[in-house]
């Protein structure tokens, strides 16, 4: 973000809440009430962070190397704040404050005053930004007093400007930010299953373009071509974990309901959902293409198998579909569980059954294992493999 389109985007946000009306008598009551009741979704919770015309939180906070720079790094905050401390630094964000946070006060010639965050202190004066997101430069000699108030640079309505259901689904988004996915991280894999990268080369997989491995992550760089392993597999359970890399933009795409038939607003047009997009893939089946297990941020949800579900008719387009949406914030470690007995398939998402016993019409008996290239950056891990 440059300077100017922090200072457009300050002057229209800070306007947005001074001109919100004025709110029941204890929004924060009814919405600590909430997060008791409610249970939230952090998925959705992301879109809400994103969300500019919302609490405007990204424009102040990064998580994982993506957002601003104007509050404190939210990476690990999930981490860091128990629940109640969350509800607090949300909720009432001026109750305890870190004093580079707090807002200060200038006194100038005149009786004239400004506030805001200092920017950058040096030996001629002082880099204010103010709350309409004007920058100043105040030179020394013109500053009468300088005053640190014990409120915060946080404004104090813009998360109590929220609805409950978006209000618990940030507070589920925050909580799941407890670790910072771009760390290493080893694990072992469990009893019977074998490692199926060796972590440091693509020896194992054919020759491709836009792969490469380093540290335990095999990582897509968005171009080139899909990776096949070399060895064909007959019976398997795969697992495997992988996360998007780039920074989630907004996009629109179709509803699929569990039916497996986009669903359509009353003038008969498909209906789309805004959602956070940073890239496309798929886990492909024993060297059939269209046997492809996908990995996206489309709103039904990655394990979907979208060529077999597109010309399925009727009821057998249902168990191509995911039952749930079990996909974790765009950027997040995800985890998949892929079991192929015969040309059966089932398909666990974070630890939530996806995809039951599907059968895949038109499957080789054996083949290889293989992730597609489609669009954007992606990391993958821990990828073991038991045969049966
Ligand atoms: C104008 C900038 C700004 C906006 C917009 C903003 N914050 Fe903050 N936020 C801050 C600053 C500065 C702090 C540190 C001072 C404080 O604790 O109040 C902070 C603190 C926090 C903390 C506590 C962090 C810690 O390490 O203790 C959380 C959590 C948080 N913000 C979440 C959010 C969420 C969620 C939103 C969107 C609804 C949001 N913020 C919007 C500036 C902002």
């Known amino acids: 973000m440059n300077a100017s389109s922090v200072s457009r985007w300050l002057k229209g946000f800070f306007l947005a809440l001074w001109t919100f009306p004025l709110l029941a008598d204890s929004p924060a ?9 409610l249970h939230g979704d952090a998925w959705k919770g992301q879109k809400v962070f994103f969300d500019v015309q919302h609490g405007g939180c990204i424009q102040c906070h ?27 630094a949300l909720l009432e964000p001026s109750k305890q404050v870190a004093p580079a946070w707090r807002l200060v006060e200038l006194e100038l010639p005149g009786g004239a005053r400004l506030e805001g965050l200092i920017q950058e202190s040096y030996a001629g004066g002082i880099r204010l930004l103010d709350r309409q997101g004007l920058e100043h430069i105040v030179p020394k000699g013109q500053i009468q007093r300088r005053k640190r108030t014990s ?61 490469e491995a380093q540290n335990g992550i095999l990582r897509h760089l968005g171009r080139g ?37 986009e669903l359509q607003d009353k003038e008969g047009k498909p209906m789309t959902e805004r959602v956070l997009d940073s890239g496309d893939s798929g886990v492909l089946l024993r060297g059939l293409f269209k046997a492809q297990a996908n990995l996206f941020c489309y709103p039904v949800g990655s394990g979907e198998f979208w060529e077999y579900r597109e010309a399925a008719v009727g009821k057998d387009r249902v168990p191509f579909t995911p039952r749930v949406r079990a996909d974790r914030p765009v950027g997040q470690w995800n985890q998949m569980t892929l079991r192929l007995v015969g040309n059966r398939v089932s398909i666990w998402l974070n630890g939530i059954e996806v995809v039951n016993e599907t059968e895949l019409p038109g499957l080789p008996a054996k083949g290889p294992i293989g992730f597609q290239h489609e669009h954007g950056r992606f990391e993958l891990r821990h990828l073991w493999v038991k045969e049966f």
């Open 151 to 211: 409120r915060s640079w946080m404004p104090e309505r813009c998360a109590l400007s929220l609805a409950p259901e978006p209000f618990v689904d940030l507070v589920a988004y925050c909580d799941s930010l407890k670790s910072d996915p771009r760390k290493f991280e080893r694990k072992t894999p469990p009893a019977g299953f074998k490692s199926w990268f060796n972590g440091r080369d693509l020896l194992e997989f054919k020759p491709t373009s836009g792969w």
């Open 29 to 37: 009551e009814s919405l600590r009430e909430a997060a008791r009741t």
């Open 62 to 88: 990064a998580v994982a190397g993506y957002g601003g720079r104007l509050g404190p790094d939210l990476t690990t905050v999930g981490m860091r704040l128990n629940r109640s401390a969350l509800l607090e």
């Open 225 to 261: 071509d899909h990776l096949w392993h070399r060895t064909d597999l007959r019976d398997f359970e795969l697992r495997f974990e992988w996360r998007w890399m780039d920074a989630p933009k907004w996009e629109s795409f179709p509803v699929i309901a569990s039916s497996g038939y």
